[in-house]
């Protein structure tokens, strides 16, 4: 009733058997997404300096810069100067957000740098959104 299955299975269950593609490490999954959580950070990081320059937003971008190079193995990530064209609120929801995710990762791979970062964005980044906005006088 049914066809045999004539072709050797693209999935190999049998163990010590070796596939043709190379696995990576739980370890090296970790590395891959918590440089991307903070290289997503410094894009937006990057974004919120355009519209409002700071010393600590300028100190922020070069740590996350240096941890995103240090986690590539020496790959410095793209930076690009960016007309921003989302609301400053806006950023710094996003950029919580993403800090919150890259924390999520550090800690899962127990890396104390990447954690004490992210935190410290997530509450400079709450901080910023907490503060009471003037209202413009019509």
Known sequence: MYEPIRTKSVHSTMAGTTSDFPHRSREEELDIQLAGHLAALLAVTDELRALAPSADLDTAAERLAGQVTLLRGGGAPVRATLIASSEVTDLHRHAHAVAGRALLVAA?????????????RMDAHAAALAEPRELAAH
Not at 108 to 120: G, H, K, N, P, Q
Request: net charge negative.
């Open 108 to 120: 899962s791979r127990a890396d104390t740098a990447s954690a004490i970062l992210a935190a410290e």
